[in-house]
């Protein structure tokens, strides 16, 4: 798939920092099991939020495309697509290598972090 070269820099930028943050996350959990921890997932969420935290869902970064909501979105929706992208049977590059970069453990909490959003939480810059 053909990306302009500032986005593929400011993506590989945000892989690599979801990188650095989830190795160390690693080390913390251990052996994964399944089940998500919405609590864990607020703490993994920080690369997510500069495309999925736009408002109108429309990331402007480094160019105005859109980001589907997920804020709100089902937890087992979330999971399988993170999977999909994982797997390759969704094919969006981004989401692909942000998606392999997670383990099944990051999955669950991500998703279960999601699915406890509403437009209305407090704390829900990150829709
Ligand atoms: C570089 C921008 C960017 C980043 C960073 C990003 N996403 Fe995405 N995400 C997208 C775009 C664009 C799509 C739509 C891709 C497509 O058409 O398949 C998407 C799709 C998704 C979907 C599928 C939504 C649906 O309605 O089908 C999920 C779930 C998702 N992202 C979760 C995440 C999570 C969790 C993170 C952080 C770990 C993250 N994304 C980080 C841009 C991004």
């Known amino acids: ?7 593929r820099t400011a993506a590989l930028g945000l892989i690599w920092l979801a990188a650095s943050q989830l190795s160390v996350t690693a080390h913390a959990v251990g052996v994964a099991d399944a089940a998500g921890n919405a609590q864990a997932g607020a703490g993994k969420v920080a690369m997510c939020i500069g495309c999925h935290g736009i408002e109108g869902y429309r990331a402007a970064f480094p160019e105005v495309y859109r980001v589907p909501m997920i804020g709100g979105q089902n937890a087992k929706y979330i999971e399988i697509a993170l999977h ?7 094919k969006y590059a981004t989401m692909r290598a942000i998606a392999t970069s997670l383990s099944d453990q990051d999955i669950a909490d991500i998703a279960a972090y999601y699915a406890a ?4 939480s407090r704390n829900n810059p990150d829709k």
Do not use: C, H, I, T
């Open 1 to 7: 798939m053909m990306k302009r070269p500032e986005f």
């Open 84 to 90: 999909d992208y994982k797997k390759g049977n969704r």
């Open 117 to 120: 959003q509403a437009p209305s």
